[in-house]
């Protein structure tokens, strides 16, 4: 039985909404996105194909794509998929496949428009720890910079296990932090609609994706920040 959301939690979820509604309509967060992009691992190549309204509104912090080998048949599910940077890289790798790009706030596929018009991909509105997919659909699920975002990470992980394919694989790009936090960051009202509020120790993503029953598991890529370090999570059910 899944559990209800506490008032909290619905609390948080709202102000999440609101953050990132209001980051894509002023524009995004980077005003050097292109840098950032670059940066966190995506090619020139494909930064060139980027629409730049999607580019200015990138808000993750690495590059699943780039671990990724796509036949083009795939169906990919894209958690906390934003202004759909990596949605958009991936549906134009697919011949026959699907993107389906599932974010928390709404306004946020809205953004999709025009440049996404022809490609295969299907936004829809939800939250990783409850989606309204069918069991075993994706053979691929990426996720950048948004599980982090989630209340309780042992059912976000739950729901992408359920979701993949036997076989099929889920890459993650996410902060971990193994130091306490400071209390600036901690008690700032605006943490947990950070990667920062949410995030926790390597040790502690290893535990719950193994409790969850994920394979081949690695956390690789580490590129330390002040208080947190990039990674690259991947696991296969
Ligand atoms: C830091 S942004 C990353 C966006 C995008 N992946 C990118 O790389 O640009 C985090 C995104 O996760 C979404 N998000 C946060 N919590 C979520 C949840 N529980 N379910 C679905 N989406 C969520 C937010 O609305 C936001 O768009």
New binding site residues.
């Given amino acids: 039985m899944p559990r209800n959301p506490s008032d909290w939690e619905l609390n948080i979820?709202r102000q999440?909404?609101h953050?990132?509604t209001e980051q894509?309509n002023s524009g995004g967060l980077h005003s050097d996105a292109k840098v950032k992009l670059k940066l966190y691992g995506y090619k020139q190549a494909l930064i060139d194909k980027l629409p730049k309204e999607l580019i200015s509104?990138?808000?993750?912090?690495g590059c699943p794509v780039a671990e990724l080998q796509i036949s083009g048949h795939e169906t990919i599910i894209?958690?906390?998929?934003?202004?759909?940077?990596?949605s958009f890289l991936l549906a134009l790798s697919l011949d026959s496949g699907k993107v389906i790009s599932?974010?928390?706030?709404p306004i946020?596929l809205s953004t999709f428009g025009k440049p996404l018009e022809n490609l295969p991909i299907y936004p829809i509105s939800?939250?990783?720890?409850r989606v309204p997919l069918a069991n075993e659909i994706a053979d691929v699920i990426v996720?950048?910079?948004?599980l982090n975002?989630?209340?309780d990470k042992a059912t976000?992980m739950k729901e992408i296990f359920r979701l993949l394919k036997p076989g099929s694989i889920f890459v993650a790009t996410d902060l971990v932090s193994d130091i306490p936090l400071p209390r600036e960051i901690i008690e700032n009202p605006l943490a947990h609609t950070?990667?920062l509020g949410g995030v926790t120790t390597e040790k502690n993503i290893l535990r719950l994706l193994e409790k969850t029953g994920f394979k081949n598991i690695t956390i690789s890529g580490h590129e330390y920040e002040e208080f947190t370090t990039r990674v690259i999570i991947k696991a296969a059910k």
């Fill in positions: 979820k999440i909404r953050r990132y894509n509104r990138f808000s993750g912090c894209d958690l906390g998929a934003g202004a759909g940077i990596d599932l974010d928390l706030s946020n939800g939250d990783i720890e996720c950048n910079a948004a975002l989630t209340i976000a950070t990667s």
